[in-house]
């Protein structure tokens, strides 16, 4: 037995709600991603510096302003801006240097609605 198809006046698409509802949801996503994607981005740029410093063997022989500085360099080259030198520090145990960077941001999304992001890598 064959399956009749609707004729096209009974298909129907999307309803004016509906589109509504999807670019609302479509906005939000796009909004929210353009906000929070470039922190992750800095935030492994600045990570990758200091694995750069820490596997070169640098590290050992830097105090912790020599490493916040060199990495300060590298940030003023690719325009990031919005970063706490203070969350970077370096540790020292048995003859390995290790660099954390610990910090948080707050970023503001819509009214009294904030995302915080936290980040705690230890590079050795």
Do not use: W
Not at 13 to 20: A, E, N, R
Request: aromatic share 6%; hydrophobic share 45%.
């Amino acid at each position: 037995m064959t399956k009749m198809l609707n004729p096209l006046s009974q298909q129907r698409g999307f309803s004016k709600l509906g589109l509504l509802c999807m670019l609302v949801v479509l906005v939000s996503s796009l909004t929210f991603a353009l906000k929070v994607l470039p922190v992750y981005i800095d935030h492994n740029f600045v990570r990758g510096v200091a694995e750069t410093i820490v596997e070169s063997g640098r590290a050992s022989s830097m105090t912790q302003v020599e490493i916040r500085e060199e990495i300060a360099g590298s940030m003023r080259v690719n325009n990031i801006r919005d970063f706490e030198l203070d969350a970077i520090t370096s540790s020292r145990a048995s003859g390995t240097t290790a660099i954390n960077i610990n910090y948080e941001r707050r970023i503001p999304i819509a009214g009294n609605i904030d995302v915080i992001l936290s980040f705690n890598d230890q590079i050795q």
